[in-house]
């Protein structure tokens, strides 16, 4: 079984600056994939970022990095030099790395950028 | 543009009608997902195909019933529906082995029982 938890339900941020979306898990598989999306208000969801289980660097996508900590089971995002249209809900997702293997979703955290 | 497409955007309907919502892609993925969004809640798996086969049901009520008639289009039938089935319907696909990509979503069908 898996379990993705992301314990910030709002967060708030100024125009320009970094903020971190913080993500922690629980899973059995020995192999799995982290997973950033991002949800804006008309609905789509929106892959932002990837992360094995056994790759060795942090995954960076542009101003998205994901901050993994194997061991402590941590897997934050963090938006550098937030914009107004980063203002969505981003959702914290695993999928074991196998076939048929499911995506699971955090419950989400709404973030909001000021001016 | 997403290259899942989902139609129609918006729907709304009765709770005595019988409606389909319609998902494409042609990405030459081989599984294909409907998930269910309630409001500010995360995306609940409702079904899962996997080279044209349902793989997975998660206990859904049998007045939703999806199709996948090829490869790149799945369908999801709706009948004698309830107002709490009201919701954003989330069509997927991916690859079925490669998970390392995670799922391509479309931008979903908004839908409105009354």
């Known amino acids: 079984a898996q379990k993705i938890t992301q314990t910030q339900p709002g967060m708030f941020v100024q125009e320009k600056e970094a903020v971190t979306l913080d993500c922690t898990y629980d899973t059995s598989d020995p192999s799995y994939g982290l997973f950033w999306y991002k949800q804006p208000s008309s609905g789509e969801m929106i892959f932002l970022i990837y992360q094995g289980s056994y790759d060795q660097q942090n995954a960076t996508e542009g101003r998205y990095s994901l901050n993994f900590q194997k061991a402590r089971k941590s897997a934050n995002l963090v938006i550098s030099a937030s914009q107004l249209g980063d203002s969505a809900m981003y959702f914290c997702a695993m999928r074991p790395i196998t076939s048929y293997g499911k995506l699971t979703f955090g419950q989400g955290t709404i973030l909001t950028v000021h001016p | 543009d997403t290259e899942v497409t989902q139609t129609p955007k918006h729907l709304v309907m009765g709770m005595t009608n019988k409606k389909s919502l319609k998902c494409e892609q042609h990405?030459?993925?081989?599984?294909m997902y409907w998930y269910k969004q309630k409001a500010k809640k995360p995306p609940e798996l409702m079904f899962v195909?996997?080279?044209?086969?349902?793989?997975i049901n998660e206990s859904v009520p049998s007045r939703f019933s999806p199709e996948c008639p090829n490869s790149s289009l799945l369908n999801l039938h709706l009948h004698a529906l309830q107002p709490e089935d009201s919701a954003l319907y989330l069509c997927a696909s991916s690859q079925v082995t490669q998970s390392n990509y995670g799922y391509t979503f479309g931008s979903g069908t908004r839908l409105t029982v009354v």
């Open positions: 195909y996997s080279y044209e086969k349902l793989s």
């Open positions: 990405m030459g993925h081989r599984a």
